[in-house]
Structures are given as C-alpha cells and as structure tokens.
C-alpha cells in the first residue's frame, strides 16, 4: 500500500488484541517467576507448561484470523474490512466491521463448543442458548456494538444501514450450514452463511462505502 493510502484504509488484524493479551499475561507470568525465584526461574520456566488462560487467548485469536479468512473470501471483492476495532472508553472491541452495498455490519466472531440453539419457551422472552446455558448477552453486545456504530455512521450519511450478526467457527453445532438463522432480527451462523446475507444485493456505491469506512475507522482505531 502507497504512502499515500486515505487515512482509515488499512484493514488492521484479525485477532490482534486478543494475541496481544495472551503475550502479556505470558511476561507477566514470567516476570513473577523471575522475580520470586531470581536463580532458578529460567529453569522453572523451561520445564512449567502454559496455563490454560494463556492458551485460550492464543486459540481465540487463532480462530478469529480463520474466520475473518473465510469471510472474506466467501465475500468476495465487493466487500471491504476493518478489523479489531477499540471502541472508545471501553476495554471492549469489535472484531470484524464489512463494508457491503448493503450496507455496513459489525461481525462478532465466536468460538463455543457445543450446541447452539433459539429457545422459545410458552412463557417469556425467547433465548440464545449455548450448551444448555443462556447466552443471550451475546446479543446484547452486538446490539450495543451496532448502536454505536449506527450513530457514527448517522452523523455522516444516515441513509446507510448498519447490520449486526454472530459468527460462529466449525466447533458449534446445531446451526445450519448454508444459512443464518435469526435472533432478535440479527443474524446467527457459520461462515457460509454469514457471508450470504453480507453479500446480498444493495445499492450503495463504493464511493460512498469508501467514506464511511474512512469515517468509522477514525471513530474506532485499530485496537
């Protein structure tokens, strides 16, 4: 890419925050053992194995950079990426933002093992459940991600939809294979189908695609 690239277009890194926070609880850890054990700690540290917490970082950054990957290519060229985005005074990031002549979509890629299911029961509020557990505040910080980006996105051209959906890697079962299904009006799936409904027909130029990615990558920089 020319130096002379428009501000925002660099897509940024699947999985970059998530890999960043696995080496960081790695030196942590051995800055601990270094300091409580000052002649052995190299020793100790070459025969102790990785904790698990470090393990799931690095697993869950390697499975975002496969999804981001086969999203894009299911996507094809008419759709661009940012990816791992910092939203503003949080800890929290959003992982995938597409650029469709649909429209804009945050994408919230997830790794759970275990059935995925839509849970309607005769009373109350139906439920997003993952392995028999309620997993409906996935939802909830979509609909968040995608309230914010709607603003961002509406102070340049309000004109332009903003879409949500989860996308879930080859370890969850019970969801189709070449469709979404919906929650709450967002989309759920695998790659396959994920990528069906962010490749569907629209009408907005690239032109004007072009200018809200260079806007919403300034309104949520590279995390």
């Given at each position: 890419m020319s130096s002379q690239a428009p501000p925002g277009w660099e897509s940024?890194?699947?999985?970059?925050?998530a890999r960043r926070e696995a080496e960081r609880r790695r030196a942590n850890r051995e800055r601990r053992v270094r300091e409580r054990y000052p002649r052995i700690g190299g020793l100790?540290?070459?025969?102790?194995g990785t904790p698990t917490h470090e393990r799931n970082w690095h697993r869950g950054a390697e499975r975002e950079v496969r999804l981001a990957g086969l999203l894009r290519r299911?996507?094809?060229d008419s759709v661009s990426w940012l990816y791992d985005r910092r939203i503003p005074r949080s800890r929290a990031n959003i992982d995938m933002l597409a650029f469709a002549p649909n429209g804009v979509w945050v994408v919230d890629a997830k790794s759970y093992k275990g059935k995925v299911g839509v849970a309607k029961p005769l009373f109350g509020?139906?439920?997003?459940?993952?392995n028999g557990r309620d997993r409906s505040k996935l939802?909830?910080?979509?609909?968040?991600q995608v309230g914010l980006v709607q603003a961002a996105v509406g102070a340049l051209d309000p004109t332009v939809p903003v879409h949500g959906a989860l996308c879930f890697d080859e370890r969850a079962d019970g969801l189709p294979w070449f469709r979404a299904r919906e929650f709450r009006g967002y989309p759920i799936g695998h790659p396959r189908g994920?990528?069906?409904?962010?490749?569907s027909r629209g009408t907005i130029s690239a032109e004007r695609?072009?200018?809200v990615r260079v806007r919403l990558a300034a309104?949520?920089?590279?995390?």
């Open positions: 940024g890194t699947p999985g970059a925050s100790i540290l070459a025969f102790q299911r996507c094809g509020k139906a439920k997003l459940v993952i939802i909830d910080t979509l609909e968040w994920i990528a069906k409904r962010v490749r695609m072009s200018r309104e949520f920089p590279e995390a």
